[in-house]
């Protein structure tokens, strides 16, 4: 019953956690509250969009690794999740960049599963290739700041 009372309290005392979640559930994402120490976060994944979290006032969104074909879909979720519970136990730290780290790590890992029939992928699958695809995923992700001159003045 306390994680209730403490789910209830917190979505009361947040607005901007309360429209993510109405935000997520919009969008068709499967939203989940987590808790770990102090830190208090909404977070939802949708296969095909990716994962998003709010946390106070910050939204971080993740899109799902961009790939030729989709095999199979089956156990997409739970390789997300292994992959986000497993980085999150790993770090041992309640950190949101740890958060926003196992997001896209879950949805790396959901990518994998999704190119073979069941676990076959997962069964080949090595540190290294992870650590690429993590790499390539957040080079997706990267874009620089705007040109200083690109609007002709020199303030906002």
């Known amino acids: 019953m306390a994680g209730l009372d403490r789910a209830a309290d917190f979505l009361a005392g947040d607005l901007a956690t309360f429209l993510g979640a109405t ?22 994944t949708a296969f095909a969009l990716g994962a998003a979290f709010f946390a106070g006032d910050e939204v971080f969104m993740a899109s799902a690794y961009p790939l030729p074909a989709v095999f199979d879909p089956t156990g997409a979720g739970d390789s997300f999740a292994g992959g986000f519970m497993g980085y999150l136990a790993r770090s041992g730290r309640e950190e949101r960049g740890v958060l926003r780290r196992a997001i896209v790590l879950g949805s790396v890992l959901a990518s ?33 700041d705007l040109e200083g001159d690109l609007f002709g ?3 906002g």
């Open 23 to 44: 935000f997520l559930a919009g969008l068709a994402f499967a939203p989940a509250l987590f808790f770990a120490g102090a830190l208090a976060a909404i977070f939802g």
């Open 112 to 144: 994998f599963v999704v190119e073979q029939f069941s676990l076959d992928r997962l069964r080949t699958l090595t540190s290294d290739e992870i650590r690429a695809r993590y790499a390539e995923a957040k080079q997706l992700a990267h874009f620089d």
């Open 153 to 155: 003045d020199s303030a």
